[in-house]
């Protein structure tokens, strides 16, 4: 474990140097220093990844005796919609996701979120100094955001620039989140900067042709995570948000 942070460490103040590199080389050839930061939630602002997939685990178990890992349930949820979610459990483990699901799932959840939701560390230093424009692109749904961020005191900060995979046609994997964001917040997509925590969102900013940063600060990550989000295209991976300020500072 020891090891393992460490590892991570180096690597993201390898990074740290590379992407200072690379926004000077920007600002001096075709592509910008970013105008627009677009953070995701769950995993990225708040600690609640592992929360949510826990509540899932219970319920499914309670509810339909449908018994998955913490990992099954992390490579075929994390980032994704709820709609997502039963339309795989439907076709994948052959249950009809009843309502008694859902509504004993969001329970759970809710009194997890009570008990111990926390905000990311740095999160709040980075929102209060960040010169850029900012905004939330999350596949939670309204009501979800309003009470976690509310409960961690970031509601204030980003509202009203909190949008939602409901708002779109097709959540994350799709482009569709990141593209309604930035034509919300009137910023090109070559001047915005997704921060994600999910194999998922970094395919989504990736489809709307944005660059994107990996995030691996939450509890449910690990190095392999990070390793995960470089593939699928992040030009660089963080695990705290005091990296992803230093990345930001010249811009």
Known sequence: MKRNCVKVLRN????????????????NGAAMA???????????????????????????????GVTLTMQDVMSRFMGKSEAFEIADLEAKNGIKVSDEYLAKKKQRRLQLFEE????????????????????????????RLQHSLELVGLWDRLAPHIFSSTQ??????????????????????SACLVIEDSV????????????????????????????????????????HMDEIAEALRDC
């Open 200 to 239: 998922a969102g970094v395919r989504a900013a990736k489809a709307a042709n944005m660059r994107v940063y990996g995030f691996i600060g939450g509890t449910h990550c690990d190095a392999a995570h990070g390793d995960l989000l470089r593939q699928e295209g992040a030009e660089a991976v963080f695990a």
């Open 116 to 143: 111990s939701l926390v905000p990311l560390p740095g999160i709040t230093a980075l929102l209060d100094t960040m010169p850029m424009k900012k905004c939330v692109a999350s596949s939670s749904v309204p009501e």
């Open 12 to 27: 993201a103040r390898r990074e740290i140097k590379a992407t200072k590199c690379s926004l000077t080389e920007n600002r």
């Open 168 to 189: 779109v046609k097709n959540g994350k994997p799709a482009p569709d989140l990141f593209l309604f964001a930035a034509q919300q917040m009137q910023t090109p997509t």
């Open 34 to 64: 970013p105008e627009l930061i677009i953070f995701d939630c769950d995993g990225v602002l708040i600690d609640s990844e592992t929360l949510s997939l826990r509540a899932l685990l219970e319920t499914l178990t309670l509810i339909h």
